[in-house]
């Protein structure tokens, strides 16, 4: 049930930025996989959702256009391909793993394991 984060970092507005999420063989072939963030002093929210069983995704309006979600079942990981970034993009993300069969509303904050977060920062 390991997740793990990484990437994110310091980028400029209109920049890109790559993160990862990698988790055990078992957990990245069963459980749906969840983007989430947390600006300073805001709520964590779900952005981004990707089911094991059907491949469906899910955007939030936030960050559609702008953020992909992809999988490599090779090597259990998850990209997220951020572009566009703008200052208020700035947060912590967080990927944790679920057990949901479809994708198609914001992934829960009741998810069975999280990874610790990677900060990503957009500013001039």
């Known amino acids: 049930g390991q997740v793990v984060e990484s990437g994110g970092g310091f980028v400029e507005p209109g920049g890109s930025l790559r993160t990862f999420c990698s988790t055990s063989?078992?957990?990245?072939?069963?459980?749906?996989l969840g983007w989430f963030r947390q600006a300073p002093g805001q709520e964590r929210e779900g952005i981004l959702c990707?089911?094991?069983?059907?491949?469906?995704?899910y955007y939030s309006d936030s960050v559609k256009g702008r953020f992909t979600i992809s999988r490599d079942n090779a090597k259990n990981t998850v990209y997220l391909q951020m572009n566009s970034l703008k200052p208020e993009d700035t947060a912590v993300y967080y990927c944790?793993?679920?057990?949901?069969?479809?994708?198609?509303?914001?992934?829960?904050?009741?998810?069975?394991?999280w990874g610790k977060g990677t900060l990503v920062t957009v500013s001039s």
């Open positions: 990707i089911s094991a069983y059907d491949a469906s995704t």
């Open positions: 063989e078992f957990t990245f072939g069963y459980y749906a």
């Open positions: 944790a793993t679920g057990i949901i069969r479809h994708c198609s509303d914001p992934p829960p904050l009741g998810m069975d394991y």
